[in-house]
């Protein structure tokens, strides 16, 4: 009898599979958002945003997506993935805090 047994693994990746298609769903969706928004308030949306594949030799970046921003959702999750949270060393969070837990 195997550890694993392969339906397992079946499964495991089919969720992966949907997990991926959800997730670059939603993605695409806060794409498609910000660039009615920037186009309702008539301003500059998320189409300034390029993943630089190569430089040439004059300094221009070659870019992936730069007109239609394919690759905003992928520099959002990193800008997710590398902020920190910042909060003043003495500040309390509303919920620990204990004049408001006594109430």
């Not at 300094?59 to 999750?77: C, E, K, M, Y």
Request: aromatic share 10%; with cysteine; proline share 5%.
């Amino acid at each position: 009898m195997p550890l694993v047994d392969a339906t397992i693994i079946y499964d495991l990746i089919k969720i992966g599979g949907y997990l991926a298609v959800v997730l670059s769903i939603c993605a695409y969706a806060v794409l498609a958002e910000r660039r009615i928004s920037a186009f309702i308030q008539d301003r500059l949306g998320p189409n300034r945003v390029g993943l630089p594949i190569w430089f040439r030799r004059d300094g221009t970046a070659v870019s992936l997506g730069n007109r239609w921003a394919i690759g905003q959702p992928l520099v959002d999750f990193l800008k997710f993935i590398l902020r920190g949270t910042s909060s003043p060393a003495t500040s309390t969070s509303f919920t620990t805090s204990s004049r408001h837990a006594s109430r």
